[in-house]
Structures are given as C-alpha cells and as structure tokens.
C-alpha cells in the first residue's frame, strides 16, 4: 500500500455521461497530481493542486476539472465522456514542492472504461 | 520543448543479465531525474532518482548514468532477475520532485527465467 488511496479502482461508463474520480493523498503530503496513461499517450500530467490551490496545468481537457478540499483529499471530475477518454487515471502525491526526499507516491488508479 | 525520449520500447533479458535501459532529454532546464518502475495493474513506484550535479547514483542492483552534456541518463539493472519484470518510466523534472514530472514513453523489459 503506497499511501494513495483512490477510488474507484475500475468504472464504466457510456459515453456522453459524467465521472468523478477520488484521490485521498498520503499522510502528510500537501501536493496532488493526477495523471492520465493511455497505450498511446503513455503518462500524461493532467494537473496539479497545492494546499487547495491550483499549481500547474498540463494537458487537460476542459470538460476535465478538478479540486482540492480542505482536507486535501482531490476529486477528478471527467463529463461529456467520449470513448478516446478511457484509459488509467493515475493520482500522485509529494511532501512539498521543491523538496527532493521523497519524490512521488502514486495510488494503483482509477481504470475508466468509456463504452 | 519538454520531451524525454526513452529506447528501447521493450527489452528481453535473460536472468542474471543486464539490461539497460537510455533517455535523452532536451530541456536544460531539467533538475531531477527519477525512474519509476509499473508492475501490472499497479501505480509507477519510485526506484531511483538523480540529480545532475552526480554522473552516477548507484542502490542496490539498480544504477543510474547520467550524462549532462550529452542530454542522457541511463538506467542499468545488473543481475536481472524475474521480478524485475515491468515497465519502466524515465522521468524529469525541474525543481526537484515538487513539480509535475514529464515522463518518457516506457520500457516493457521481461527477463527469462
């Protein structure tokens, strides 16, 4: 157990329909990335959150959103599904920015299905 | 331009082998260089990582080169065993592991028992 938690760990959905995805990060750690790993994208950084606020953008949709709330826990939200959307979404978490020690920790992702 | 190029896409060694595994990067601006390693249904975890001011870091059978002014870094894993098998992600990032990660393209490596 890495000390992400997300939920859930599999989902299948019809297309046009809306998700939401949840990531509890480790102990501790203020920092949460979500990341997408699709077979032909690989890993791809969606987006990242600080303490509740919105660090770094990347590749992200705009019917893709997502938060974090006070208690750090961070929720994906994915609408208007289209089946190119399914693939392995991935939560990370780190200690703090800038510092080296302890890198990322990754949860065992959500794996969308979009039929 | 923040790309990180990984060869080869996949890699069959046989048990107690070498296998080795090469990135080359293009930004200069790239100040951590971690590798994770992805088993099956599970999230990338943390194997090793650089920094560019050391050429080579070495943790048990795992070893990272690094090459700056080539752009490259490299992973060997020395005496390959079977439960190395897995994918394994070059990565990059600039200051350190605080920000997002810019991960290469993956390395399916399989050793034969």
């Known amino acids: 157990d890495s000390g992400v938690t997300q939920t859930p760990k599999h989902l299948i959905t019809a297309t046009g329909q809306r998700v939401t995805l949840r990531c509890s990060p480790r102990s501790g750690d203020l920092s949460v990335y979500w990341y997408q790993q699709s077979l032909d994208q690989g890993l791809q950084f969606l987006i990242q959150y600080y303490n509740g606020e919105e660090r770094a953008k990347g590749n992200i949709l705009e019917r893709f959103s997502a938060q974090q709330f006070p208690d750090l826990h961070s929720e994906l939200n994915l609408s208007s599904l289209e089946l190119g959307d399914s693939a392995l979404y991935f939560c990370?978490?780190?200690?703090?920015?800038?510092?080296?020690?302890?890198?990322?920790?990754f949860g065992s992702g959500t794996r969308l299905t979009v039929v | 331009q923040q790309q990180v190029k990984q060869s080869p896409q996949s890699l069959i060694v046989q048990k107690g082998g070498i296998s080795i595994i090469n990135c080359a990067y293009e930004?200069?601006?790239?100040?951590?260089f971690p590798w994770y390693q992805q088993f099956p249904g599970k999230g990338p975890a943390l194997l090793i990582a650089i920094r560019p001011d050391v050429s080579e870091k070495k943790e048990g059978r795992f070893t990272i080169s690094f090459n700056k002014s080539a752009k490259q870094f490299s992973l060997h894993i020395m005496d390959s065993q079977p439960g190395d098998s897995a994918t394994y992600f070059c990565?990059?990032?600039?200051?350190?592991?605080?920000?997002?990660?810019?991960f290469g393209g993956g390395t399916r490596v399989l050793v034969k028992p």
């Open positions: 930004n200069t601006a790239f100040d951590y």
């Open positions: 990370a978490s780190s200690a703090r920015q800038g510092l080296e020690v302890y890198g990322y920790t």
């Open positions: 990565a990059a990032s600039f200051g350190a592991a605080g920000n997002k990660l810019t």
